[in-house]
């Protein structure tokens, strides 16, 4: 079946833009889960949906970062007036349950 | 808080030798461990987790890992390593069920370089 999906794949910003990222999750997929990933890091969490829930945000860095699953399925990453130390990957992903997390190829932001 | 640590970032091995990628972990509660392999310009690929029972768990490509209570370890291993085998490999873990924080606290990561 279709995995989970992110788009865009690329994005370059100019610094103070606000940007937008999608993601669709795997079908039937009831947690979500954002990461962002630096240069050279592994992943680092951003955030948590159950269902339309935002259960845990605990991982944004700051008030610029904003992120929404109105309706429990497509989620939407927003930053606002980017910065350049929000350049990176920033990946999705979804799970069943309590088991493993699966993850979207991930959307490279660069803001110049 | 809960940790990753990877301390190798990078591990050589020789193609059809033994291999091993270590990791260790640090988390207040029952752990739930993961390893995630990542190719270039693609997402993480999940290989193989530990939740509970059997230390040693089987893998997605011949991998396997040992869980250590003692040591809280969880080394990545593989009897025959393929030149395929090459990429760059994550360490996760959570807190169990019940135990809070759902998202996945990852190490920095271990290149793995297999050579022919």
């Known amino acids: 079946g279709a995995g989970v999906s992110q788009s865009p794949r690329y994005k370059v910003a100019k610094r103070g833009q606000d940007v937008a990222l999608r993601c669709d999750p795997i079908s039937g997929h009831v947690s979500l889960f954002w990461y962002q990933q630096a240069l050279g890091q592994g992943p680092e969490f951003l955030t948590y949906f159950q269902n339309e829930a935002q259960l845990d945000k605990s991982g944004l860095p700051s008030d610029r970062f904003f992120a929404e699953r109105p309706e429990g399925s497509v989620s939407t990453l927003k930053i606002q007036r980017t910065q350049q130390e929000d350049s990176a990957v920033y990946l999705c992903a979804s799970r069943v349950g309590q088991l493993e997390q699966y993850f979207g190829p991930g959307t490279r932001l660069t803001v110049t | 808080a809960q940790s990753v640590a990877q301390p190798e970032d990078q591990v050589n091995v020789a193609e059809g030798n033994p291999l091993t990628v270590k990791c260790t972990y640090s988390?207040?509660?029952?752990?739930?461990l993961f390893w995630y392999v990542q190719y270039p310009n693609r997402g993480l690929q999940f290989l193989l987790k530990y939740i509970t029972g059997d230390n040693l768990v089987k893998g997605s490509y011949g991998f396997e890992a040992e869980f250590n209570k003692s040591q809280t370890s969880f080394h990545l291993k593989k009897p025959s390593a393929l030149v395929s085998d090459s990429a760059l490999y994550f360490c996760a873990v959570r807190v169990g069920r019940g135990g809070g924080a759902d998202g996945l606290t990852f190490g920095k990561g271990t290149h793995l370089i297999i050579q022919p």
């Open positions: 988390v207040s509660g029952n752990p739930y």
